[in-house]
């Protein structure tokens, strides 16, 4: 059974910072790229990461650039998203997805994790 499991939500305040973890299990974790995705409610999901098997490449939305930084644990089967100085219009759910390359189709999708920026 194909598991991801998103943890690291909550309210923050503008400025702040959060660490979004997804545990995986059930699928070849070091052969996947691993994205975040987020969807805001009324709007379409929109990615915004993406890291490549190895972890030697990633990629960014505009809006995350700077920001946001990636990253994975292929031992632990586990990517990270931390975020950095967060802004009202990063609250979203966050969700966590496999695919086998960046940008080809989500394989595999979380949960999803509620992150909510908010003074």
């Known amino acids: 059974e194909v598991k991801l499991v998103e943890s690291g939500g909550g309210l923050v305040q503008p400025g702040g910072s959060l660490t979004l973890s997804c545990a995986t299990s059930?699928?070849?974790?070091?052969?996947?790229?691993m994205s975040w995705v987020r969807q805001a409610p009324g709007t379409e999901r929109e990615g915004v990461s993406c890291?490549?098997?190895?972890?030697?490449?990633?990629l960014y939305a505009d809006s995350a650039k700077g920001r946001f930084t990636i990253s994975r644990d292929n031992a632990e089967e586990t990517v990270y998203l931390q975020m950095d100085n967060l802004r009202p219009e990063d609250t979203a759910m966050y969700y966590c997805?496999?695919?086998?390359?960046?940008?080809?189709?989500?394989?595999?999708w979380g949960q999803g994790t509620q992150v909510t920026v908010s003074p």
């Open positions: 997805a496999a695919e086998y390359r960046c940008g080809e189709g989500i394989d595999y």
């Open positions: 059930g699928f070849t974790f070091s052969s996947a790229s």
């Open positions: 890291i490549n098997p190895s972890g030697g490449s990633a």
